[in-house]
């Protein structure tokens, strides 16, 4: 009787597990797709506006800004550094990238390049990890640095 039941309840797990996953849908990005992300993110750095800026990155995100050593890990401190970033009339080119993608997750790895409106540049490395949440591609990790030297 208690072997019959272990099975049982055994049996059950795994039609659970799999009724589950097959419920999960998977949605995933070509390569073109992932590169596309990337350019709405600089087009929106051309607009200026550190909320719509803010509103790529999901809501529980985290940003290791280039330009700032103080993690953000919300909207709002995203927002925040972008207020200060965007200030400087930032404008970046990937100048080498590795991407990735998988069910409901993207990841772009790489280095750019940052061109400012003082004339100034800054060559960084970067990572970025997109996650599909309620039907949109959000950033949900952001790593920048500025390039050691050598």
Not at 2 to 18: Q, T
Not at 36 to 58: E, S, V
Request: glycine fraction near 8%; aromatic fraction near 10%.
């Amino acid at each position: 009787m208690k072997r019959s039941s272990i099975a049982i309840g055994l049996a059950l797990a795994g039609f659970s597990a799999m009724a589950h996953a097959q419920s999960t849908t998977c949605a995933s990005l070509s390569d073109q797709q992932i590169h596309a992300l990337f350019d709405t993110w600089n087009q929106t750095l051309a607009t200026r506006d550190a909320g719509k800026m803010a509103g790529l990155y999901a809501p529980d995100a985290v940003l290791l800004p280039t330009l700032s050593n103080e993690l953000r890990n919300d909207r709002a401190s995203i927002a925040d550094y972008f207020e200060h970033f965007l200030a400087k009339g930032p404008s970046g080119a990937i100048d080498e990238r590795f991407v990735v993608s998988g069910c409901n997750k993207a990841t772009d790895v790489g280095t750019y390049t940052f061109s400012f409106a003082d004339g100034s540049q800054a060559k960084a490395r970067y990572s970025y990890v997109y996650r599909y949440r309620d039907g949109q591609w959000l950033i949900s990790h952001h790593h920048s640095s500025v390039m050691p030297e050598g």
